[in-house]
């Protein structure tokens, strides 16, 4: 069975810095994709980037990157130049097979300090 | 235009009543989800339906009846609601149930039962 693991339940850095959240996973497939999902007070899932397992260039949306480690099942994303706006509770997610289902970590709570 | 769109938003109610969740999408996808959040934010997938055909039904309880009527509407039925429903409920679409189509979510509908 596939697992997500978001080791870092809360993290904090200062407006205009970086930081980088963790994710790991699980899976014996050889295919697959991986997302980050943004989760703000609202409660909107917000789709922040998403990663191919079949591509080896790291994905880049804007001030948005990850960190994909195929062999160590690893999936970090580098927010750089923060924002109030990026505070929120971050979600890693893992898709394989014909199902469309989303396996998600425990969420990484992230504020981000004037 | 929201694109998923899911009524109500918050539903507040007793244990044992029987209570509906509406979804609608807009995006013309063939795929849609639901998915439970629960009070420590972890979010996991309970149904998911293709084309009005049932895919996921990830063991959840039978009071739980979802309903697709057509392919852009999937609504979710309660029976004999316990404290233990309480939860933000999201519906969500893709376009198909192929792993890297990027899953579209709806605002939320925060259920609180007392």
């Known amino acids: 069975a596939q697992t997500v693991t978001q080791s870092q339940p809360e993290m904090s850095v200062q407006e205009a810095e970086t930081v980088t959240l963790s994710c790991t996973y699980d899976t014996s497939e050889s295919n697959y994709y991986l997302f980050w999902y943004k989760q703000p007070p609202s409660r909107q899932m917000i789709l922040v980037i998403r990663q191919e397992a079949y591509k080896q260039q790291n994905a880049t949306e804007n001030r948005f990157s990850v960190n994909f480690q195929k062999a160590a099942k690893s999936f970090s994303l580098k927010i750089s130049d923060s924002q109030l706006g990026d505070t929120a509770m971050y979600f890693c997610?893992?898709?394989?097979?014909?199902?469309?289902?989303?396996?998600f970590g425990q969420g990484t709570t992230l504020q981000v300090k004037p | 235009d929201t694109a998923v769109s899911q009524t109500p938003k918050y539903l507040v109610t007793q244990m044992g009543n029987d209570k509906s969740i509406k979804c609608e999408q807009n995006?013309?996808?063939?795929?849609m989800y639901w998915y439970k959040q629960d009070s420590k934010k972890f979010l996991k997938i309970m149904f998911s339906y293709n084309n009005k055909e049932l895919i996921i039904n990830e063991t959840v309880p039978n009071r739980f009846s979802p309903k697709s009527p057509d392919k852009a509407h999937l609504n979710l039925h309660i029976n004999s609601l316990e404290l233990g429903d309480s939860a933000v409920y999201f519906c969500?679409?893709?376009?198909?149930?192929?792993?890297?189509?990027?899953?579209?979510f709806g605002e939320g509908s925060w259920l609180t039962v007392v």
């Open positions: 995006l013309g996808h063939d795929t």
């Open positions: 997610a893992f898709s394989s097979g014909n199902t469309g289902k989303l396996i």
């Open positions: 969500a679409s893709s376009q198909t149930t192929g792993y890297g189509d990027t899953i579209y």
